[in-house]
């Protein structure tokens, strides 16, 4: 079978699939890069060393690597919250209504109670920061809990996007990776090498 002589050019291989949305399945959405992903979870428990962080918190799926290596680090749990309740979770949930931008829908996150609690520092790790959605979700839970938002790190900002701003609006303080600036032409533009 023939896959044609596309490669390159075929949307399915381009690493920027459009003005706004970067392939990341190499080595986050798919498959990993765990030697990426340990020096990921070094970077961010060094950024929130003076933190006292209790629980990092994520959730699923792309979510969990970052994470999970932060909290490793950090020496302390990692819990991810859940798109989907399932049977073994009914009851004694923390949970708040995020809105996907990309796939149009409102997903009902949770956390059981269990996992969070008033004395908590919380840390949000995520993969990709967009419009916002998923950390303000996470943030919500954490303050359902009355624990505390101790930060949020984010793997790769894309700082076009109105995440970023809203987070830190909402006093949070965010720490970002990777900045994306922008997309446009097939390019990606850091946001350390655009003009100010
Ligand atoms: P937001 O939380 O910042 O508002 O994000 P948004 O609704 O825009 O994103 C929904 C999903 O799409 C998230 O993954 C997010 O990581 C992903 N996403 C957003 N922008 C990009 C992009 O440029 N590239 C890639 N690869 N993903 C992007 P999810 O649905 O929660 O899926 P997963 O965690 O199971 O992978
Ligand atoms: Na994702
Ligand atoms: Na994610």
Redesign the pocket.
Known sequence: MSSGNSEGKDPAGRIV?SD??????SFL?QQVDPDLMNEIGREFAARFASESITKVLT?????IAPALMTAMRLRVPMIFAR?KKSITMQGDLYAAP??????QEVNEVTVAKKFLSVNDRVLII??????????LGLAQIVEQAQAKVAGIGIVLE?SF?E?ASKLKEAGYRVESLVKVASLQNQQIRFLEDVPV
């Open positions: 699939v706004a949305v970067l392939k990341i399945d959405n959730i699923e799926s792309s979510g798109k995020v809105y996907s931008y990309t796939k995520d993969d990709i920061l967009a419009n916002g959605a998923a950390a894309k996007q995440g």
